[in-house]
Each structure stands twice: as structure tokens, then as C-alpha cells.
């Protein structure tokens, strides 16, 4: 009981406002507030109520990308990205800044080693209750693609990947407290004359903690990347 909000009780539905955040969309609850316990005080007497809980389904990053490849290895990039419900806190922190810092702001979070941002914006749609905003980010990028004699390595998931590794020999149990959907969409444009050697086979795992596929298509000098994420919450 350290926090106090707003509750606004209508017909339909309740309405939760932030009062100590001048600029969350109206109604939008983050992670600090939502899906807790609060305490109501009513003329009737106190009462126990869960706040929103943001779902799966409304916490959603989509992201797609547009590689185009020099035979140096060296790339352009264009990347749009979109974060919906829960999602929206990763790239809010980008609305208070100007150029210059949201470029390091941005630097900080690739997971690029050697790159120069042409252009980055953000706008934040204001969305009552399910906020969502999209990323426009152009790049270029040194030695995306790793030459080895006439030939050129290319890491299909350069925006996206994540290094956590949960222990095998473990004590306590894994919580996951908000369950999201990670969509992307990526197409490389190889130089021309070059052609594809080898593509890895389709990926697809479902298990209590989620989905992960991929799939791969490639046309003449074209190749599409797609990932599917999906992360269940729970204790496991």
C-alpha cells in the first residue's frame, strides 16, 4: 500500500488513471499498477479489486526490416517497429529525449556492433487504455555480412535475439509475470550476382513456455526471414 491512483467507476467498465504520470495515454496502466490488488474506498466500505491486466494478445512487438547487402559485407537498413499494450514501455522512454540522445539511447539497447543511425523517430499514438507506438529507424551498418573469399555470412536475427539462459539445476521455481508476442518480418537484398548456398531448414517449438517459429523464402537475390515469439506467463 505505498501507491495511490485514481479509479473512475462508469456503466460499462472502470477506468484507472496514473496521476503521478503526466505522459501515459489516459487510462493506460503500466507495469508498476497493472493486474494488482487495490483497495477501493466506497460509501458501502472498503472492497478488494484486481487493476487491468494486459494479455497476450494486447502486448505485441511487431518489427519489419528492409537489409539491402553491399558485397563488402557493409548494409542499409530500414527498420519499423511497432510495441502495443505492455510492450509500449520499451520504447516510451524515447518521447522525452531529442535527437541526440534518443541516438544513444538507441545505441545502447542494438545488438549491432558497428553502426551509424541516418534517421531514428518515434511516435506515440495515444491510444487510450492499449497504447501503441511505432519506431522508424534508418542505418548503416559495417560489416553486417562476414566475407570469407567470395562468399558472405549473414545473421538472420540481428534486432531481436536475446542471450538468457535459465540454470538446469535450479531451487525455485521461473516466473514470468507478463505474457507477449514478438513478430518479425526481415528481407535481405543480397548484391547482385550472388545467390543463396545454404538457408536454415524452418524452426517450430511449442511447449508450456511458449511458441517459436521460423521460416525462411528466398527469391532470386531476395531472402525473407520471419520470427514468431510467443512467451507464456506463469510459474514454472
Not at 149 to 154: C, E, P, Q
Request: charged share 25%.
Amino acid at each position: 500500500f505505498n501507491h495511490v491512483i485514481l479509479c473512475v467507476p462508469t456503466q460499462e467498465d472502470t477506468i484507472w488513471l496514473e496521476c503521478t504520470d503526466q505522459k501515459s495515454s489516459f487510462g493506460y496502466l503500466g507495469p508498476f499498477t497493472d493486474n494488482r490488488h487495490s483497495l477501493i474506498m466506497t460509501d458501502e466500505g472498503a472492497k478488494l479489486v484486481k487493476t487491468k491486466h494486459y494479455k497476450q494478445d494486447e502486448n505485441i512487438v511487431t518489427r519489419n526490416a528492409i537489409i539491402t547487402i553491399s558485397e563488402n559485407g557493409n548494409a542499409s537498413a530500414t527498420i519499423n517497429t511497432e510495441y502495443r499494450g505492455i510492450k509500449f514501455e520499451d520504447i516510451s522512454p524515447a518521447f522525452s529525449m531529442n535527437f541526440e540522445e534518443q541516438k544513444k539511447w538507441y545505441s545502447r539497447r542494438a545488438l549491432l556492433s558497428d553502426f551509424k543511425i541516418n534517421s531514428y523517430s518515434v511516435l506515440d499514438h495515444k491510444k487510450s487504455i492499449y497504447p501503441h507506438a511505432t519506431e522508424e529507424t534508418d542505418l548503416g551498418i559495417t560489416n553486417f555480412a562476414k566475407k570469407t573469399g567470395n562468399r558472405l555470412f549473414i545473421s538472420l536475427n540481428s534486432f531481436s535475439k536475446f542471450d538468457f539462459n535459465a540454470k538446469k539445476e535450479r531451487t525455485n521455481d521461473i516466473f514470468i509475470p507478463r505474457a507477449h508476442i514478438e513478430k518479425d518480418s526481415i528481407v535481405f537484398i543480397l548484391p547482385k550476382d550472388y545467390q543463396k548456398e545454404h538457408v536454415p531448414e524452418p524452426t517450430s517449438i511449442e511447449n508450456q513456455f511458449g511458441e517459436y517459429r521460423t521460416l525462411i523464402e528466398t527469391h532470386d537475390n531476395i531472402i525473407i526471414y520471419v520470427r514468431f515469439f510467443k512467451l507464456n506467463n506463469g510459474t514454472f
